[in-house]
């Protein structure tokens, strides 16, 4: 079945560092991608998306690139700040709609002054 | 817009008791609803998946006498928990998809979530 892996956290930096949140997957056909963010005792919120390969999703900053050779969707933003600190979740659903998400784990992003 | 609203937020109850937690798109019509339970510091569990007017479809191991979702119109679907117990305090999310051309299609906008105390 299909599966989503992230990098395990939590991932602490300080502002204006680089953020990298590692994710792949393991999916048959042709999947989009998302991430999602959850800030504390919320629900989860749609960051960025991507539904075929070579696609960039981009958002707030953060971007991640659907890369079918590696079958990655890393997340990555330029200059992180402290209101970034949440769960960060990747996940995966096949297209055509009504189907469900398979999520990774979730990454924890702490950041410090 | 692509607003999911739940409600309550917050709800503690006593063993025995069932409690129904809503679901709402607020500015679009769902065409697909789901249901999720989140453990603290854990991944999302998809428990269900319903559709306007149909049964719902249950994931294995998720009892369907327990818990019940009814998905009556394209902007309410509601999950009550049965003679809930302490083991199924938990924070509970859902979320809904739309084929409306204003937002987009294959997304799951999800909810709030609704913490769930059961004593």
């Known amino acids: 079945g299909d599966s989503v892996t992230q990098m395990e956290g939590p991932v602490t930096l300080s502002e204006e560092a680089f953020l990298t949140i590692n994710c792949t997957y393991t999916a048959t056909g042709y999947p989009s991608l998302f991430w999602y963010v959850q800030y504390p005792g919320e629900g989860l919120q749609l960051l960025l998306k991507a539904t075929k390969a070579d696609d960039k999703g981009s958002n707030k900053g953060f971007e991640a690139t659907y890369r079918k050779e590696t079958t990655s969707f890393h997340l990555e933003k330029g200059s992180v700040q402290v209101s970034d600190s949440a769960v960060y979740f990747c996940?995966?659903?096949?297209?055509?709609?009504?189907?469900?998400?398979?999520f990774g784990t979730g990454t924890q992003l702490k950041v410090e002054l | 817009g692509a607003v999911v609203s739940q409600h309550p937020s917050r709800v503690i109850c006593k063993s025995g008791t069932s409690v129904k937690i809503e679901c709402r798109s607020l500015d679009f019509q769902a065409t697909t609803m789901f249901w999720y339970r989140q453990f603290p510091k854990q991944s999302l569990m998809l428990m269900a998946t319903s559709n306007e007017g149909s049964k719902a479809t249950y994931e294995q191991g998720v009892e369907k006498d327990k818990f019940l979702i009814n998905h009556a119109s394209l902007t309410l679907s509601t999950l009550t928990v049965t003679s809930a117990h302490p083991e199924d305090s938990s924070f509970y999310i859902c979320s809904a998809e739309t084929s409306g051309r204003a937002f987009f299609t294959d997304t799951q906008y999800f909810g709030p979530g609704t913490r769930l105390t059961v004593l």
């Open positions: 996940a995966l659903t096949q297209g055509g709609g009504g189907n469900k998400l398979t």
